[in-house]
């Protein structure tokens, strides 16, 4: 697990330690990961330690990451797509087929019949927070030409809100799919994608 500490990977991590899975989670700051289980080994370190990375991915079964950049403005690095091209590589490195991660609407899968104002979305994201489109964009660009078993789960609004129970997944002018979307619920689509193929190799977006 990578982004176990962020709003919507502390809702992940619990989802997967419910759910009978031992986890490992590589985070930077250990006090803003709240949970104390047997089944959850914690790696402190930064996430272009490419060593802790590989521990953190060898012998596993899956990894999801829900890595995201903060909505910032002013933010011009990019450490995040690296670090995505960090995990890819140790996943090939270890053998470790399956991905999920994280993404927005405002990038595109091959599968979406974007209207007008789809595509007016990233447009309007790029003028606002340039430094986190070109994040999203990049992590993208690496989950999705990482030769693995990936699935790029994309969000719009992602609200603290209790769980709402009703999931929508498809793409763009296709499907009827909307905006907000509870974070609990985000955490259990992406932990549900560990043992569902339907989206293998898809960017589905998401919501209530």
Same mark, same amino acid.
């Given at each position: 697990? +990578? ?15 419910? %759910?009978?899975?031992?986890?490992? *989670?590589?985070?930077?700051?250990? $006090?803003?990961?709240? !949970?104390?289980?047997?089944?959850? $080994?914690?790696?402190? *370190? ?15 079964? %899956? ?10 403005? +002013? ?49 309007? !994201?790029?003028?606002? !927070?340039?430094? /986190? ?23 719009? %609004? ?10 929508? %997944?498809? +793409? ?26 339907? +989206?293998?190799? /898809? ?6």
């Amino acid at each position: 697990m +990578f982004g176990g500490t962020g709003k919507i990977g502390r809702h992940v991590v619990r989802r997967l330690l419910r %759910a009978g899975h031992h986890v490992t *989670a590589l985070v930077r700051s250990p $006090e803003k990961l709240d !949970i104390t289980d047997d089944d959850l $080994e914690v790696i402190v *370190a930064e996430l272009d330690d490419t060593a802790a990375v590989g521990r953190a991915v060898a012998g596993a079964d %899956a990894v999801i990451s829900a890595l995201g950049p903060p909505i910032d403005p +002013f933010l011009r690095s990019g450490p995040l797509t690296a670090a995505t091209r960090g995990i890819v590589a140790a996943m090939h490195e270890s053998g470790v087929r399956r991905l999920v991660a994280l993404a927005t609407v405002s990038v595109p899968d091959p599968r979406d019949r974007p209207s007008l104002l789809d595509r007016l979305v990233p447009v309007g !994201i790029g003028l606002l !927070i340039p430094g /986190a489109l070109k994040e999203v964009q990049g992590i993208s660009e690496v989950v999705t030409t990482s030769g693995l078993d990936w699935t790029l789960a994309r969000i719009t %609004a992602p609200i603290d809100v209790s769980t709402n129970g009703t999931l929508r %997944a498809g +793409f763009l002018g296709r499907d009827h799919v909307g905006a907000p979307m509870a974070r609990t619920d985000v955490a259990a689509f992406l932990v549900d994608q560990l043992v569902d193929d339907t +989206f293998v190799g /898809a960017a589905p977006a998401i919501s209530n």
